[in-house]
């Protein structure tokens, strides 16, 4: 099946026999582990995360670096580029934050800025955003071949839950700050993004730089998922390699 939008099952929910915070919990410490068999090895990784406004990146992040060491690892939250930036290759911003071998890099936005919102709110021409996935895979593909692991997620929630976690949003005090008049002109284009995306994936979702899609209407399922995802792509890509990430001990895990 293809990775399109239009195909995504968006009514998935953690199965209820799962208890959400025990498996969090233990995914958590697998990551822990694959972080520790990176940076012995000297492998970094690179994790990229798109999806509709107030899908849950920042929540997926959150569980994602949640019990990391904070030495090893950065979130680079990407906004517009500055008038400096501008002056220079639209990727160049992000080779700038590219991870130190050993290290993690989360991007909370990615380069894929150029196809999608560049693209559709015309900051790009199409004959610059045209030649963008080229670039993009060949850029992807000089990281992956000198042995750094690369994986993309695009978090998918539905036109509705967008809607309710949008006022959620406007109504809390806390959380208010997350929501401006772009995101709610941004609904109005919700079909030139589900468009735009799906040229995205079908035009730069490779083996060595897969894009990973997640069902995000329930939080908790998307959040477990993208910890599963990680942990199963980063253990096959090192199992390439020769190394072995270290099984959990669920025993000691109870007892923190």
């Known amino acids: 099946m293809e990775k399109h939008i239009e195909n995504m099952n968006l009514d998935k929910h953690l199965d209820g026999k799962i208890s959400y915070k025990k498996e969090l919990k233990k995914l958590q410490y697998e990551m822990l582990n ?6 012995k090895h000297n492998i970094g990784l690179i994790i990229g995360f798109e999806g509709m406004d107030a899908a849950g ?16 690892y950065v979130v680079h939250p990407i906004a517009a580029p500055t008038q ?10 992000f080779w700038k934050r590219l991870p130190a ?15 999608l919102v560049e693209r559709i709110e015309g900051f790009a021409s199409e004959e610059e955003w045209g030649r963008a996935y080229e670039e993009i895979n060949q850029f992807e593909k000089l990281l992956t071949d000198d042995h750094f692991i690369l994986m993309k997620f695009w978090i998918q929630i539905s036109n509705e839950e ?17 929501l401006t008049d772009e995101d709610w002109r941004n609904r109005e284009k919700w079909s ?3 468009e735009a995306a799906n040229d995205m994936f079908d035009k730069t979702d490779k083996k060595h730089a897969p894009w990973i899609l997640i069902e995000g209407n329930d939080k908790e399922y ?7 995802e990680t942990i199963k792509h980063v253990k096959k890509e090192c199992e390439q390699l020769g190394l072995q ?9 109870q007892k923190v």
């Open 192 to 194: 030139y993004y589900v």
């Open 162 to 178: 967008q809607l309710k976690r949008f006022k959620e949003r406007q109504e809390n005090p806390y959380k208010k700050w997350k």
């Open 57 to 72: 990146k920042g929540g997926a992040i959150k569980r994602l670096i949640q019990r990391l060491d904070p030495r090893g």
């Open 245 to 253: 990430v270290t099984n959990i001990d669920e025993t000691s895990i």
């Open 34 to 39: 694959i972080q520790q068999l990176l940076f």
């Open 84 to 93: 400096d930036e501008l002056k220079y290759n639209h990727l160049y911003r």
């Open 101 to 115: 071998r050993g290290q993690i890099s989360i991007f909370d936005r990615t380069w894929y800025g150029r196809v």
């Open 222 to 228: 998307a959040r477990i998922q993208v910890l599963k």
